[in-house]
C-alpha cells in the first residue's frame, strides 16, 4: 500500500501518535499500519506474511510489558499458511496473538501476571468466513492458554489462574450474525440458545454490555476479564 512503511506519510503520522499514545498507555492495537521504535510491536503482511497488504498489528510499552509469544494466523482453514483466504472471505484477513508478562508483577513467572491480547480484522463479505473466524480465534486462544500453563509449569497459589485474556478488533459482525455469537458464547442476548460444544468452550465477555471482573496480578482488583 502506497505511503506505508517508517518513511511514508503513514509511517510518519502513526509514529507521532504512537509515541503519544505509549506515553499513556501500556497496550495498544492499530489496523493496517506499520512500526517504528517508539515501542514494542509484532505485525507481519496478510498477503505474503512479510510486508505486503494490511497488518493487524499489536504495540505495548517495552517498560510495563514483556514479550512472551507472538504468532500470526490467517484466518483460513490452513491458519499458518501466508496469504491463505478462508471460506467465502473476499480477502486474506488474519489475527495476531500476543503473550506478555508484566514486568511490574514478575515478567516470565506467574500466570497471573500475564496477558494474551488477540488483535484481528474479519472479512466484510463472508459471512461463513466470520463465523469460522470466530471458532479458530477461540481455538488459538486456548492454544495460547495451554502453552501458558506448560511454561509455568506446576505448584504455586495462583496454579489454576489463567492469564487476561483481550481480543480487539474490527469484527464486521453485527450481534445477530453467527460469527459475533459464536465468539460471545450466545450470551447477548441472554438466554440464546447454544450448542453443547459452545458450551463447553470458554468464549469472550463483550464490553459494551458487561465487565467482567477478576483480580489480577497484572492490573490489580477489578481487572478485565475473559
Known amino acids: 500500500e502506497s505511503g506505508r512503511g517508517p518513511d511514508g506519510a503513514l509511517g510518519r503520522r502513526v509514529g507521532v501518535r504512537r509515541r503519544r499514545c505509549a506515553s499513556l498507555f501500556f497496550l495498544v492495537r492499530f489496523q493496517g499500519t506499520c512500526a517504528d521504535n517508539a515501542a514494542g510491536w509484532t505485525d507481519t503482511g496478510r498477503d505474503d506474511g512479510r510486508h505486503k497488504g494490511e497488518a493487524v498489528p499489536i504495540f505495548w510499552r517495552r517498560s510495563r510489558l514483556t514479550l512472551l509469544s507472538a504468532s500470526h494466523h490467517w484466518l483460513s482453514p490452513t491458519p499458518d499458511k501466508p496469504g491463505s483466504k478462508g471460506w467465502d472471505a473476499g480477502q486474506p484477513r488474519m489475527v495476531t496473538i500476543a503473550r506478555f508478562g508484566d514486568r511490574e508483577a514478575g515478567a ?40 501458558a500453563r506448560a511454561q509455568a509449569g506446576p505448584g504455586g497459589d495462583d496454579d489454576d489462574a489463567e492469564p487476561l485474556v483481550v481480543l480487539l478488533g474490527d469484527l464486521n459482525s453485527p450481534a445477530e450474525e453467527d460469527g459475533y455469537q459464536v465468539l460471545t458464547g450466545r450470551r447477548y442476548p441472554e438466554g440464546a440458545a447454544s450448542t453443547e460444544e459452545e458450551d463447553a468452550r470458554p468464549s469472550f465477555f463483550d464490553a459494551r454490555h458487561e465487565l467482567a471482573v477478576r483480580g489480577s496480578a497484572l492490573a490489580g482488583p477489578g481487572a478485565l476479564s475473559r
Open 108 to 147: 516470565g513467572g506467574s500466570k497471573s501476571a500475564q496477558l494474551v491480547v488477540a488483535n484481528t480484522h474479519w472479512d466484510d463479505r463472508g459471512l461463513e468466513a466470520r463465523t469460522q473466524s470466530a471458532r479458530l480465534i477461540l481455538r488459538l486462544v486456548e492454544d495460547e492458554l495451554a502453552a
